[in-house]
């Protein structure tokens, strides 16, 4: 089974959203795929922020019981390909795990804002943006 892994800053919002997202979808599609997430400068053991389960939420899947996990080189080594929320994520995480520099790809053309802090309306274009990032990938990998 291939692995994907998302990575934004504080694996609290986009990444896990990322997560619920393409789990969804390798589910309905019954793709031999799993996803997971990480951030780049998580806090372990945080759950999702309340927006994010809250969006989720109305998308019909569950966040209540994720949790953040920092970025590792382990995590990274073990994942067929990490999409990455913005550009800078990209860099940082090529530049502090080089040796799977050539797996990790922005998500998007356009990097995914980060919703943290912000209303429901910031969560849900972030979440619309992941959703339809994630349809274009695994559209291709079918």
């Not at 966040?63 to 913005?86: G, H, I, N, P, W």
Request: aromatic letters at 6%.
């Amino acid at each position: 089974m291939k692995k994907i892994l998302f990575l934004c800053t504080g694996n609290t919002c986009r990444s896990p959203m990322a997560q619920a997202i393409a789990g969804a979808w390798i589910k309905e599609h019954k793709l031999n795929l799993s996803a997971d997430s990480a951030g780049l400068a998580a806090y372990p053991g945080s759950p999702a922020s309340e927006n994010a389960i809250a969006v989720m939420r109305e998308r019909g899947l569950d966040l209540s019981a994720f949790r953040s996990k920092q970025a590792t080189e382990e995590l990274l080594k073990t994942a067929d390909s990490v999409y990455a929320m913005t550009p800078e994520h990209c860099l940082a995480a090529q530049a502090w795990f080089p040796g799977s520099a050539k797996k990790i790809k922005p998500l998007s053309s356009v990097p995914v804002a980060d919703p943290y802090g912000k209303d429901m309306a910031a969560y849900r274009k972030a979440a619309d943006d992941i959703e339809k990032a994630i349809q274009k990938i695994l559209g291709e990998i079918q």
